[in-house]
């Protein structure tokens, strides 16, 4: 049989669902404003994408996701998920 353990303080979740929440965090890099000027017309873009391939090659897996996109699931009980919903970046701070 399949339980989920509570991720904020480990206890064991119910499997009929009750007092068992969910929650997603995804993270992920802003765009920018764009705007298209007449200096962009005369990059060198190919350079630009090598220079790009080449600083990537020397970050990790991790490194490279942390700048763009992250996603996390956790399986919360009824009291975490309540210390979650009032301060949900407790954890976050320093
Ligand atoms: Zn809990």
New binding site residues.
């Given amino acids: 049989m399949i339980y989920h353990r509570?991720?904020?303080?480990?206890?064991r979740?119910p499997s009929d669902g009750q007092g068992h929440f969910i929650v997603n965090v995804e993270a992920f890099a802003a765009a920018g404003r764009l705007e298209i000027t007449e200096h962009d017309s005369q990059r060198d873009y190919a350079a630009e994408i090598r220079r790009l391939i080449a600083a990537a090659a020397r970050m990790s897996a991790d490194e490279i996701e942390d700048g763009v996109f992250r996603k996390w699931r956790f399986d919360?009980?009824?009291?975490?998920?309540r210390?979650f919903l009032r301060d949900p970046l407790a954890r976050a701070r320093p």
């Fill in positions: 509570c991720d904020g303080c480990g206890v979740l919360l009980c009824a009291e975490c998920h210390r």
